[in-house]
């Protein structure tokens, strides 16, 4: 059984920081490209990074360019997204996703297997 489990969110002021971390199981996490998604209240799920499977490709969303990074670890099955420079408009449940497919996919239609969310809530 897949399991996709995020931790590391809370509550942060505008300009801080927070570092993101998604435990994966029950699958082959070296062959999985890692994705992270957010949805904040009332809008759709986003798009925030993604990293393929031998960690060579990154993609980012034009909002989070430059401020957040995604990083992975296939030894210890674990994905991460550092978020610097945090704003209120980052606030939002973060999921981790993962994707047997070779391409970096910005789609969360593609993606295989979710985790549950953790929340990422930024005050001004």
């Known amino acids: 059984q897949v399991q996709l489990v995020e931790s590391g969110g809370g509550l942060v002021q505008a300009g801080g920081s927070l570092r993101l971390s998604c435990a994966a199981s029950?699958?082959?996490?070296?062959?999985?490209?890692m994705g992270w998604f957010r949805q904040a209240p009332g809008k759709e799920r986003e798009f925030v990074a993604a990293?393929?499977?031998?960690?060579?490709?990154?993609a980012y969303a034009d909002s989070v360019k430059g401020r957040f990074t995604i990083s992975r670890d296939n030894g210890k099955n674990t994905v991460y997204l550092q978020m610097n420079s945090l704003n209120p408009e980052d606030t939002a449940v973060y999921y981790c996703?993962?994707?047997?497919?070779?391409?970096?996919?910005?789609?969360?239609?593609?993606?295989?297997?979710w985790g549950r969310g953790t929340q990422v809530t930024v005050s001004s």
């Open positions: 029950g699958l082959t996490f070296s062959r999985y490209v």
């Open positions: 996703a993962a994707d047997r497919k070779i391409v970096v996919s910005r789609a969360y239609e593609t993606y295989d297997y």
């Open positions: 990293r393929s499977a031998s960690g060579g490709n990154t």
